[in-house]
């Protein structure tokens, strides 16, 4: 069975960095996409950034310049180097990964950043 498993959430202040880890089990056809969305409290989910198999990034403009997205293929593993954290930052943040046919999502792990 498929399972994606965020880590490295926390509580930082601002300005600092963090980053986060998805890694994946049960999937043995190529990712063709994988991304981090997030989702604040009342808002909906939004699209921080995806990395397509080649390595190719694409950032919401919110992020761009500070956070930074990795993936190992060989692992099935992808990375949200998250810098100059914000206060807006604060959500909780999901993994996805976009098969052929299928999409996958994670449980989510919680960010915060305070003033």
């Known amino acids: 069975q498929v399972q994606l498993v965020e880590s490295g959430g926390g509580l930082v202040q601002a300005g600092e960095s963090l980053t986060l880890s998805c890694a994946t089990s049960?999937?043995?056809?190529?990712?063709?996409?994988m991304a981090w969305y997030r989702q604040a409290p009342g808002t909906e989910r939004e699209l921080v950034a995806d990395?397509?198999?080649?390595?190719?990034?694409n950032y919401a403009d919110s992020v761009k310049g500070r956070f930074t997205i990795s993936r190992n293929n060989a692992k099935n593993t992808v990375t949200l180097q998250m810098n100059r954290l914000k206060p807006e930052d604060t959500s909780i943040y999901y993994c996805?990964?976009?098969?052929?046919?299928?999409?996958?999502w994670g449980r989510g792990t919680q960010v915060t950043v305070s003033a």
């Open positions: 049960g999937i043995i056809l190529p990712i063709s996409i």
């Open positions: 996805h990964v976009k098969l052929f046919l299928a999409t996958f």
């Open positions: 990395i397509d198999r080649s390595g190719i990034p």
